[in-house]
C-alpha cells in the first residue's frame, strides 16, 4: 500500500504574518561558522588507526602532554645554572 504524497504548500498559514519574521539574510552566519567550526579530514591510513573521535582525542591529549613534559625538562636545562649542571654531569 503507497502513502498518498502530499503537495508541499510554501505558504504561510492564516494566522502568521511575514512582517513577523526578520529578514532572511543568505550567509548571516558562515564566517561564525567557519571560525567555530573544528574539523579535520584524517587521511585514509591515518583514520584506520581510530576507531572514532574520542580515540583521536584521546591519543592527541597523551601527545600534548609528552610534548608538554618534554618541553620543561629541556627548559629547566637552558641558561646558565643549566649549563653549569650539565657540565658537572647533574640533572
Known amino acids: ?3 498518498a504524497s ?4 510554501d505558504e504561510l498559514r492564516r494566522e502568521y504574518k511575514r512582517s513577523d ?21 584524517l587521511e585514509p591510513e591515518v583514520a584506520k588507526a581510530f576507531p572514532n573521535d574520542r580515540a583521536v582525542n584521546e591519543a592527541l591529549r597523551g601527545l600534548l602532554e609528552v610534548a608538554d613534559t618534554t618541553a620543561r625538562l629541556t627548559r629547566r636545562l637552558t641558561g646558565r645554572a643549566g649549563k653549569r649542571r650539565a657540565a658537572e654531569g647533574r640533572r
Open 1 to 3: 500500500m503507497k502513502k
Open 21 to 41: 519574521f526578520p529578514a532572511l539574510v543568505r550567509g548571516r552566519y558562515a564566517t561564525r561558522l567557519a571560525r567555530e567550526t573544528n574539523v579535520v579530514m
Open 6 to 9: 502530499r503537495k508541499a504548500v
